[in-house]
């Protein structure tokens, strides 16, 4: 499996971007894919997943009203549109892809873990200055 992220960049805050994550090779007829980012000097931090139906999203609740995760299943890709940036939103942005369902995840609350998540991408900075 393969996992690779794109639409990184520079804005001030206030402004948008949007990520995408393009994920190859899996088999699994029931997934989650979720992004996390990890900010200097941080631990991971979870922000958002999407179960492979791209029916129900689970996010932070830092990022909630701000943040929308989505996917389209032809293309079979996950985006994250980023709203309202603020410069605490600055981190290395990672798409990552679970074997299990969104939902097992969050029943038994893994859905923010990186231990459910065995495949990554090598990530994409996103800067937000104030």
């Known amino acids: 499996v393969q996992v690779e992220e794109s639409g990184g960049g520079s804005v001030q805050a206030g402004g948008s971007l949007k990520l995408s994550c393009a994920a190859s090779?899996?088999?699994?007829?029931?997934?989650?894919m979720g992004w996390f980012r990890q900010a200097p000097g941080r631990e991971h931090q979870w922000v958002a997943s999407i179960d492979s139906g791209g029916s129900r999203t689970y996010y932070v609740a830092s990022v909630k009203g701000r943040f929308t995760i989505s996917q389209d299943n032809a293309k079979n890709i996950r985006y994250l549109q980023m709203n309202s940036l603020k410069p605490e939103d600055t981190a290395t942005y990672y798409c990552?892809?679970?074997?299990?369902?969104?939902?097992?995840?969050?029943?038994?609350?893994?859905?923010?873990?990186?231990?459910?998540?065995?495949?990554w991408g090598q990530g994409t900075q996103v800067t937000v200055s104030s």
């Open positions: 090779g899996y088999t699994d007829s029931s997934y989650c």
């Open positions: 990552a892809a679970g074997s299990m369902s969104c939902d097992h995840y969050n029943n038994y609350g893994l859905i923010g873990s990186r231990a459910a998540y065995q495949y």
